[in-house]
T-cell receptor, first 117, second 113 residues
């Protein structure tokens, strides 16, 4: 069964410090992996994705994520956090195995990131 | 603005009433998705269209729910005989055949009293 786990409900970090938001996944075949950010009362905004190739993926607003197949992880990172990065972050996976559901994304429960000045 | 749009943004209704939401995808996108998000949870898949064809429906989509995309452009999601458990944010997303990235609209927040 396909699933995504975000083990931390909340991550707090000081502005200027590096941040990491963790994500692990479970799929039958090869995964497509995504990170989205959600601001209050807004829809989800795409940050970055991993399809294939380089395990380190760079995205919007200085975020990056590292795909680790052996650990089935796709952690989101940023070298220097900003107060404006405070939001709810979702990891999502799409199962690309034969016979998998068409385009459906499976989301984690989200991690609330708070960056304090 | 050329992003995904959804209307209305908020809907308050009484239990037992019918409601309909609209989604306008990014114009060149032929794939359209509906998700539901409840408080403290990530979005859960409801249904998927490619052009006008509804290719997949989740078990979450009970008989009271119906979605259409009549001309392969905008889509509607109707909930009949609403229940308090239907209260949620309903999100629409679209993507093209050339990219696997789903772009989301702002959502419609439904409150059933």
């Amino acid at each position: 069964a396909q699933s995504v786990a975000q083990p931390e409900d909340q991550v707090n970090v000081a502005e200027g410090n590096p941040l990491t938001v963790k994500c692990t996944y479970s799929v039958s075949g090869n995964p497509y992996l995504f990170w989205y950010v959600q601001y209050p009362n807004r829809g989800l905004q795409f940050l970055l994705k991993y399809i294939t190739g380089d395990n380190l993926v760079k995205g919007s607003y200085g975020f990056e994520a590292e795909f680790n197949k052996s650990q089935t992880s796709f952690h989101l990172k940023k070298p220097s956090a900003l107060v404006s990065d405070s939001a709810l972050y979702f990891c999502a996976v799409r199962d690309m195995s034969r016979g998998s559901t068409l385009g459906r994304l499976y989301f984690g429960r989200g991690t609330q990131l708070t960056v304090w000045p | 603005d050329t992003g995904v749009s959804q209307n209305p943004r908020h809907k308050i209704t009484k239990r037992g009433q019918n409601v309909t939401f609209r989604c306008d995808p990014i114009s060149e996108h032929n794939r359209l998705y509906w998700y539901r998000q409840t408080l403290g949870q990530g979005p859960e898949f409801l249904t998927y269209f490619q052009n006008e064809a509804q290719l997949e429906k989740s078990r979450l989509l009970s008989d009271r729910f119906s979605a259409e995309r009549p001309k392969g452009s905008f889509s509607t999601l109707e909930i009949q005989r609403t229940e308090q458990g239907d209260s949620a944010m309903y999100l629409c997303a679209s993507s093209s055949v050339h990219t696997d990235t789903q772009y989301f609209g702002p959502g419609t927040r439904l409150t059933v009293l």
